[in-house]
């Protein structure tokens, strides 16, 4: 008659005479999907009756169900009667459809807890402690393969239950790994995946592997060039995937130029490069040292900052938008140790002209969004939810929404003496951070300990703690979530993705490559410069984009290079280089490149926009677009960005064919200047073959027009 | 420069050349992109049920609305197809209702199954399918729907049958509502399905006033005590206002209305009318001697959950969640003004016992009490007849009374405690403790010296209103011996 109590050993049953809400109905909401968001969980509830969103906060979920309209949902005389039993098994109307039969297990747990007056339950004994889960982790030899998963809750008071049946699983790329109602993990294809288990706000997760069944597979070793590969080697080995070769020459380089600079290396580059007979790895690692030195790296980096700290004038004005500019490109042309620049960032008050950095707050303003900026910044954790109610999938809460927001509760704005400028203070006096729900004061408290415990100020200058606590090497997020970022910047995606949501839920694809860079990186005083150049000496980034039959169906270990699209200045950049064309942009000097812009302002709603430059109104990575669509397609075929370029009276045709360069020249400069490559035989004969065809400064343009529409140009590869 | 249609042929042709001919394989150019799967549509089902004889289907004997047809309505229709948003007009949830069909007319034609619009819509003869949304229904039940029409689709419900036995009660039920009589002799108590008058001294139950209605959600009495109003019903199934005669404890009149219960029903001091609010923002006027329905009124914007008559019984009040106190014309049913500003949603309403003044509370746990008169024109925003608000609640409040001798108002709500205030100066003069939960009925006894309480653990409690002594407490329903039968119903 009551299944999940037969399923539980008999030492709990017996210690177990009754049913609570805690313990036995709440799992039957969530799991009936009576507080899903489209249903009674929806911010008004539905149809007049509201529960929290997954039943997150159980105390109102019951407050609900029983005191509402003077217990309109049962009947405590006549339990059958109840309408919290008559809805969801639609003896009468119910939007919602029938959630579970009269005859059920659901139903009857229910009557019962009715029946016996409707406990609570007691939170120190029947509230779940923790969700085990069996196996902790599942490999199949090949897709088609099944596995059971098992679900234990562990209640405070030690007692566990299987509740497979209620808990909810669900699989992060279903593709690969699928799970059926009954917890049932089938193998789609081959790869990785995560099943994420939740019962009663708690969680755990379940590795997936599903191996290719492919016979023949020998590893075959490659050289590795740092511990990077030596992590992605060790996964790839396990998963049978066997790494691309090394990316040639003239792909790396215009790879790891556009990578760390955002600009194509020059046709006299490629060549130069070309030409040198260093060993391989050397010369390449000389090149990096090179990009990382030129102004070019400073420019482009200071947009990436730019974007994530939304230096924007719409926030800060044009002076103050010009002055916290500077100080990110300082910061990035002294290579600032990046727990520095973020303790900057926190800690900065007084003139925004004065001390730059204060313009972090002027973006916010106000306590929560900068929290929430703080967080999902330099944290990669996702706070947004919890304003409202525990997060669904994590286990922050509201309550440490407002503890975290706490920090800057003092943090106040108030006009300087100069035109547009505001100085940042700590108020004195009536700044706490009160609770939605019942106006309580929350006071600060970090989102986890810290292995170094700081002591938190109850003044004014409580941020001052939060930024030495946020920005050290024992914050457990900190470090992992801006070498994460920086990884994702070379390679399309992170090892954790999105980056700026790191959870539970949303584990590393390689955790102990992960736990080496971010170890490398506090190791070397949070030197990004040194990361970068990590990574960028790696084989894993060197690695060409050819697949092999291993590693054909691979997307997510790094085995091969991943073509992206260029980045919206990169492109614009890319086309003035190769066209030898300089576009001119309003209220900024001449020879500014779009890296050198200074905020969105700047060339708003043109070519920058279209190719997914970020506006700067929100700190999520998401903001700049990698798409492509059909506008973009039409402007780079009709609009004037490249037409104009390719026909410019200055520019790299019109010089090659005053210079009397004949057509083998042209087609190679050309090649060289748009795809960084020489042009193989067959090309360098069409193209020349092309250009005697007519008038030769039109065909010349006519080539170059295609070569900047291919996708050759249009990718980083 | 401009390009001309054939330069433009020249440069895309030249693009296909160099994206497909460059010596490498064109699909290493393009990222993986992601595998979009076709979605596999169910399939559908295969009706070959001309073919299936009658007997095969499982239906033994002949097709049963109430056994066959009614199940599956339940189950899978009526959740949009319902009195309360019945989708194209349609209502299921009574075979009357569906014989009477929806917007796209009849849901059946008796004997022709192949006609009817109810197979058409469900087997995707007619679009949308139905169950909107939903996978279609299972083969076997749409022949059972089918096999019930062809046999000439006959109502075979039983008669609504009517259980005359009182109810036995192993748990208190909650009370929802309870009021002092005039003579303050007795207390009328909401129970299951009935309402127990009860000696002031609670000693037994004079009276069971035993009806149809499940909840009782509200109690007033005639200004003589000859007349006991209750509104309530069973949730989202039917409203009842009840009628009583308090000497003979006979049913003077019932009015069933909407879909679901009643709230806040009030009596008009000179006993002429009675109001009440509904779920589908409604409030209902009815003459008490009659128990003819007046008029409505729907102004409201959501559930009306209290109402109260003025003094001179010309006007009367009434709150919603809609948050607005409505100030409505009790002869014409006019709306005269908005007696609050809008701040929250509003549960309870009550009146001081000689002014048009009344006290009103919900979900911002504030009461507040409002003079009904306007000293001046009124202006938007204009809060001037806002007289006093209280202190906030420790929860949402859901009762609220005025003593008749005017000293005392008594909040009470989701907090497991009632507060009583002086009333003249808002002061919390006591706070009246014991309870284990929320209170949804609180009653003056008319010389205001004692309070009733009532709420969610189902017992009445008296306490001296001056200082919250409590008098007394019981339970009103009579309790068997007996456990909870376990679920098996």
Request: net charge positive; aromatic share 8%.
């Amino acid at each position: 008659m009551r299944p999940l109590l037969l399923l539980a050993s008999a030492a709990a049953l017996a210690a177990q005479p009754t049913v609570t809400f805690l313990r036995d109905v709440a799992p039957i909401l969530n799991k009936t999907g009576c507080t899903s968001g489209p249903c009674h969980g929806a911010a008004k509830g539905k149809n007049g009756f509201k529960l929290s969103l997954r039943g997150y906060d159980p105390q109102f979920d019951y407050e609900a169900l029983l005191y509402d309209l003077s217990g309109r949902r049962f009947n405590r005389a006549d339990p059958g009667r109840s309408l919290m039993l008559a809805k969801p098994s639609q003896q009468v109307a119910h939007g919602g459809g029938l959630r579970f039969e009269k005859d059920s297990e659901y139903y009857k747990v229910i009557y019962n807890w009715i029946a016996r007056g409707v406990p609570y339950g007691d939170p120190a004994k029947d509230a779940v402690a923790a969700v085990e889960v069996e196996p902790k982790e599942i490999a199949m030899a090949r897709p088609g393969e099944a596995a059971q998963v098992k679900v234990i809750a562990r209640y405070a008071d030690g007692q566990t239950r299987d509740v497979t049946r209620e808990a909810t699983v669900e699989s992060n790329v279903p593709d690969v790994a699928k799970v059926d109602l009954s917890a049932k993990v089938s193998g789609e294809r081959t790869g990785e995946a995560t099943m994420l288990v939740r019962y009663q706000g708690k969680f755990s997760t379940i590795p997936v592997t599903i191996l290719n069944p492919k016979p023949g597979f020998v590893w075959k070793a490659a050289a590795q060039n740092n511990y990077i590969d030596m992590h992605i080697d060790a996964k790839l080995q396990r998963l049978r995937i066997q790494p691309a070769p090394l990316a040639d020459d003239a792909t790396f380089l215009r790879r790891v130029t556009l990578d760390l600079t955002g600009q194509l290396p020059t046709p006299d580059e490629v060549r130069a490069f070309l030409a040198d007979t260093t060993p391989t790895r050397l010369k390449r690692s000389k090149m990096i040292d090179k990009l990382i030195a030129r102004p070019a790296y400073t420019d482009y980096w200071t947009i990436k900052w730019g974007d994530l700290l939304q230096s924007s004038r719409k926030y800060l004005g044009e002076k103050g938008t010009f002055a916290f500019r500077e100080w990110i490109r300082e910061s990035i042309a002294a290579n600032k140790p990046y727990d520095k620049m973020v303790r900057e960032l926190l800690t900065s008050r007084g003139s925004s002209y004065e001390d730059p950095a204060a313009n972090f707050f002027r973006v916010t303003r106000e306590p929560k969004p900068t929290m929430e900026k703080t967080t999902q910044v330099f944290l990669g954790v996702r706070m947004v939810c919890a304003q409202c109610h525990d997060h669904p999938f994590e286990r922050w809460t509201q309550n440490q929404y407002y503890q975290m927001a706490a920090f800057f509760s003092a943090v106040g704005l108030r006009p300087g003496y100069e035109v547009g400028e505001e100085i940042v203070y700590d108020q004195r006096a009536d700044y706490d951070m009160k609770h939605p729900k019942d106006s309580r004061v929350v006071p600060p408290q970090f989102l986890v300990a810290s292995a170094a415990p700081v002591p938190i100020p109850n003044d004014d200058r409580r941020r001052d703690a939060l930024a030495t606590w946020l920005a050290s090497k024992q914050n457990p997020f900190f470090a992992k979530a801006i070498a994460n970022r920086v990884w994702s910047y070379f390679f399309g995606k992170g090892i954790i993705d999105p980056v700026d949501d790191i959870r539970a839920s949303n584990p590393p694809v390689n955790p102990a490559l992960l736990d080496a860079l971010t170890k490398d990186l506090t190791d070397h005083n949070f030197d990004l410069q040194h990361l970068m150049r990590t990574i960028v000496n790696s084989r894993t980034y060197q690695a060409a984009i050819t697949t092999n039959e291993w590693n054909e169906t691979d997307g997510d270990n790094f085995s091969h290079a991943i073509p992206r699209r260029m980045g919206a200045e990169a492109l614009m950049d890319g086309v003035a280089s190769a066209a030898g064309a300089r576009p001119n942009f309003p209220e900024v000097p001449e020879e500014t490149t779009a890296t050198q812009l200074p905020d969105p302002h700047v060339g708003k709603d043109g070519f920058l926009d279209l190719f997914g430059r970020p506006s700067r109104e929100s700190a999520c990575e998401c903001e700049r677009r990698a798409d492509l669509s059909l506008p973009q397609a039409l402007n780079l075929v009709n609009g004037r960005t490249i037409s104009d370029a390719v026909a410019d009276s200055k520019g790299r045709v019109a010089k090659l064919i005053l210079a009397g360069k004949n057509d083998a020249a042209i087609v190679e400069e050309l090649y060289l200047a748009a795809l960084s490559r020489l042009p193989n035989k067959a090309e360098a004969e069409r193209g020349q073959k092309y250009l005697s065809g007519g008038t030769r400064a039109v065909r010349s343009q006519d080539l170059l027009w295609a070569l900047l529409n291919s996708k050759g140009f249009l990718y980083i590869y | 420069m401009t390009v001309g249609r054939s330069l433009i042929g020249f440069r895309l042709q030249l693009l296909r050349y160099i994206n497909d001919s460059s010596g490498r394989k064109s699909s290493i150019y393009f990222p993986q992109t992601e595998s979009f799967r076709l979605v596999n549509l169910p399939m559908k089902p295969q009706f070959t049920w001309m073919l299936v004889p009658l007997v095969a289907l499982g239906v033994s004997g002949q097709p049963s609305y109430f056994r066959d047809v009614r199940p599956i309505l339940q189950k899978q229709c009526q959740g949009c197809h319902n009195p309360a948003g019945a989708s194209s007009d349609l209502d299921v949830t009574s075979f009357a209702a569906f014989a009477k069909g929806g917007k796209r007319g009849s849901a059946f034609a008796a004997g022709k199954p192949a006609e009817s619009l109810t197979i058409r819509y469900l087997t995707g003869e007619l679009k949308p399918q139905m169950p909107l949304g939903q996978p279609a229904l299972a083969a076997g039940d749409i022949d059972r729907v089918r096999a019930w029409i062809a046999a000439g689709a006959l109502d075979d419900s039983p008669a609504e049958t009517s259980d005359e036995r009182p109810p036995v009660y192993l748990q208190p039920p909650v009370i929802s509502a309870l009021r002092w009589s005039p003579d303050g002799a007795r207390i009328a108590v909401s129970g299951n399905r009935e309402i127990f008058v009860q000696g002031a001294d609670g000693m037994g139950a004079q009276q069971r006033l035993g009806g149809k209605a499940e909840r009782i959600l509200s109690l007033a009495f005639s200004a003589d005590g000859s007349k006991l109003i209750a509104g309530g019903g069973t949730p989202a199934q039917f409203g009842e206002l009840q009628i009583w005669d308090t000497k003979s404890g006979k049913l003077l009149q019932s009015a069933r209305l909407t879909n679901d219960t009643v709230f806040g029903a009030s009596i008009a001091p000179d006993g002429s009318r009675v109001a009440v609010g509904c779920t589908d923002n409604t409030v209902h006027v009815f003459e008490t001697a009659s128990g003819k329905e007046l008029y409505k009124i729907g102004n409201h914007e959501n559930w009306v959950l209290g109402s109260v008559f003025g003094v001179d019984s010309r006007r009367f009040v009434t709150v919603s969640k809609d948050r607005a106190a409505k100030i409505i014309d009790a002869a014409s049913g006019a709306f005269l003004e908005n007696a609050n500003i809008l701040r929250t949603e509003l549960n309870a309403v009550a009146r001081h016992p000689k002014k048009d003044i009344i006290v009103i509370g919900g979900e911002d746990r504030y009461p507040y009490v409002y003079n009904m008169d306007r000293p001046k024109n009124m202006k938007i925003a204009d809060d001037t007849t806002l007289i006093r608000k209280l202190d906030r609640q420790d929860g949402p409040i859901f009762a609220l009374d005025w003593s008749s001798d005017a000293a005392w108002i008594a909040v009470g709500g989701i907090a497991p405690s009632v507060n009583i205030y002086n009333a003249e100066t808002g002061k919390l003069s006591a706070k009246c403790e014991g309870h284990s939960a929320g209170i949804y009925g609180v009653s003056f006894s008319p010389d205001g010296k004692k309070l009733a309480t009532g709420g969610f653990d189902g017992k009445v409690r008296i306490y001296d209103a001056t200082n919250c002594q409590m008098l007394k407490s019981f339970v009103p329903a009579p309790i068997s011996a007996g456990t909870p039968t376990g679920g098996a119903e």
